[in-house]
């Protein structure tokens, strides 16, 4: 049996390259090829696609989804989910998140793909119960990072507690391209001698190491790959799928893709690609290769993120001594991976204690929740004393923090009554509320009634 391929154009190929913005239409005019060309799985939905649907394209994500579940009768289509934060970027409670597992199997997905920017199970829990409960395959991910606690026994001793939570496969989620050849043989063996989960890997080829890593994991029995259609690959996205598929042919990993079909695909995307590249919205850097990021082991868009903050302050002279101080921070948080949201707060904290010129003089509320626990348990020890310094006396729950959320659903359904058509629309309401309703009242109110609208709701 050859390795298995799935394709990430459609979602992570066009979040990491350009921002997400790639139509329904667009993505529509490949499915045929796609759905032909032998897939494992086509990720398609989750991830940013949702919010960038609502708010950039004006379309409504759920159409999306059923339009490309007619279009693929063969692939199984796959979904990226952030645990308990949904596709959003704070935790919902469980009524929310179960009701968005039931509606996305329902409206065309089949895998699903769950993680927690912490690695904290508990964040995962709701998610993995309703795949499973609505029949979906559930695949757990856990972020890839590096640090004196992330080790392959840290990552296969929680690959064996993902086994007993019920995963029926597992996934590799190398966000920054961090994970280098040697280390994902290691790391790979031992998964598949330590559960009998399929193992999937995703990285990145932001450092240029994504294509000498992925050959070692296939030596080392990966059964799973993800790979963007050519167009839509390197930099900052996947490896290309065609090359993988052309290195592998004839050989035991032959993943046995239709390459008339892949060709036929990448000539359609690359003419959606080159109108994103004259238009500017995908920047040449986003193709270039940045090894300095395993200098780092920083994700390649928050080089680009601290850079351009220092940039605004006018303190771009610093930026040396900010790239010290991020690891510093993020050993004193306990190594978080950095991964949304956690890579943002943790740079912005390093960049403060930069410029200040005292070390947590100013710490970001978002901070102060983390030492709360508010986002879930950190991977490492954190030092009591650091925590009393910024947060003093402040409550810390250790408990899974979507426990102190009430139900939200049939609330949010009643004060939408006059807009929200479906659970669909209630849930994008959940999600995203002002830009979700916003898209919602320019899809179902024509001008009049949206001028009544607006008065009844001043009036309630
Ligand atoms: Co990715």
Known sequence: MGVKVVDTALRDGHQSLFATRMTTAEILEVLPDLDEAGYHALEVWGGATFDACLRFLNEDPWERLREIRKACKKTKLQMLFRGQNILGYKHYPDDIVELFVKKSIENGIDIIRVFDALNDLRNMETVIDATKRYGGHCQIAF????????????????????????????????????????DAYRLVSQLKANTALPVELHSHCTAGVAHATYMKAIEAGVDIIDTALSPLSSGTSQPPTESFQYML????????????????????????????????????????VNPLILQYQLPGGMLSNLMSQLENQGAIGRYEEVLREVPAVRADLGYPPLVTPLSQMVGTQAVMNVLTG????????????????????????IDEDFRKSIIGAD???????ADDLKPQFENLKRKYQDLARTDEDVLSIALFENVAVNFLEKKYLPRKEK?????????G
């Open 451 to 459: 001028e009544i609208h607006e008065i009844n709701l001043h009036i």
């Open 395 to 401: 409550k810390v729950i250790d408990y899974r923090p």
């Open 249 to 288: 042919r004839g050989t035991q990993y032959d993943p046995g893709l239709n390459l008339d079909r892949l060709n036929a695909a990448a000539e359609k995307i690359k003419l959606v690609r080159d109108k994103y590249f004259a238009s500017g919205v995908l920047n040449p850097k986003a193709l270039m």
């Open 358 to 381: 005292e070390r947590y003089k100013l710490v970001p509320e978002e901070i102060k929740d983390y030492l709360r626990g508010h986002y879930g348990a950190s991977p490492g020890p």
């Open 143 to 182: 972020c890839y990072t590096t640090s004196p606690i992330h080790t392959v026994e840290y990552f296969v001793e929680m690959a064996k507690k993902i086994e007993t939570l019920g995963a029926d496969s597992i996934c590799i989620k190398d966000m920054s391209g961090v994970l280098l050849p040697e």
